[in-house]
């Protein structure tokens, strides 16, 4: 019979640092700015954000307040998947 080894243990998020963020922003036609991010665990390389259906930071007057936005919900779901890391 084959031998079944263990799966390796993951080890799970426990700060910020765990994370590769990237933020920007982006302009649509009607001058309106919006954040773009994007959200990946560095512990397992999962895709946190984004996500099908997931709000997307804006519109905003300037491409800083997009950022701004972007960066904030960066914090919201980083701090989330640290309390509760989905699987």
Excluded: H, S
């Amino acid at each position: 019979m084959p031998e079944k080894r263990p799966k390796p243990a993951i080890r799970r998020p426990t700060t910020a640092q765990d994370y590769e963020v990237f933020c920007g922003e982006q302009i649509d036609g009607a001058g309106r700015y919006y954040g773009l991010l994007r959200i990946r665990r560095k512990t397992d390389g999962r895709l946190i954000y984004p996500f099908d259906g997931c709000p997307r930071p804006g519109p905003c007057a300037t491409g800083a307040q997009a950022r701004q936005e972007a960066l904030a919900l960066a914090d919201e779901l980083i701090r989330a998947d640290i309390a509760m890391p989905e699987g």
